[in-house]
């Protein structure tokens, strides 16, 4: 979703250096985590806030390219003084120049859908990105995918079992009985609605020898 951008985003993001990761070399940080958990399409940081102070031993990074949405989330980090969020404001296709198998989670909440047929490479779950995320997940990584449209999720299973990632968990109806979930804020949005949410989990497919 594009996002209008406002006047005081820009120099917000140029002068904040908490969150922010300016450099591309994250090795010294990653280091310091026993779970590194990716959020690909942060949003404006909801999920991520409320799984921060879940999980103080977990690196939970963001990743969007929306100035906005990175601006506004990190309002959310520094108002709840998280010390184990990170940010990276950047397109997905240039994933690999941070990460290189040091992974242990990626989730995929609600991305565009791309419905219509000349669009599919822009799909997040398209075969060009599930082999990028297969060089970024450890070998034991997972990938957590979550939508509210039927017919980008049957397409995505098949993209994922076609590049194969073992299917673990699988539901069409994923608040149909009671679950811990920390929600973004779209998927609050459709539960409170009534509307069914597509949830699968992924492994990384093993290298054979």
């Not at 917000?12 to 990761?21: D, I, N, V, W």
């Not at 194969?164 to 409170?192: C, P, Q, W």
Request: net charge neutral; glycine share 4%.
């Amino acid at each position: 979703m594009r996002i209008r951008k406002k006047k005081w985003v820009e120099p917000f993001l140029e002068a904040e250096g908490r969150y922010q990761l300016k450099e591309r070399d994250l090795k010294a940080i990653l280091v310091q985590y026993q779970k590194i958990f990716l959020e690909l399409g942060m949003g404006m940081g909801d999920f991520i806030c409320e799984s921060a102070q879940r999980e103080k031993d977990t690196l939970f990074i963001g990743y969007e390219k929306e100035a906005t949405c990175v601006a506004k989330a990190i309002q959310k980090f520094t108002a709840h003084d998280l010390d184990n969020v990170l940010v990276i404001k950047d397109d997905v296709n240039n994933i690999l120049e941070y990460f290189n198998k040091n992974i242990d989670v990626i989730s995929l909440p609600f991305s565009d859908p791309w419905p219509k047929k000349g669009h599919k490479k822009r799909r997040l779950t398209n075969e060009h990105f599930l082999k990028m995320y297969e060089k970024v997940l450890k070998d034991d990584g997972m990938i957590i995918f979550k939508t509210d449209n039927s017919a980008f999720f049957d397409y995505s299973i098949l993209s994922f079992l076609n590049e194969g990632y073992t299917m673990i968990e699988f539901s069409t109806d994923r608040h149909r009985d009671a679950n811990d979930d920390v929600l973004t804020a779209y998927e609050r949005k459709f539960k409170e609605e009534g509307q069914k949410i597509y949830y699968a989990v992924f492994k990384k497919k093993t290298m054979e020898l």
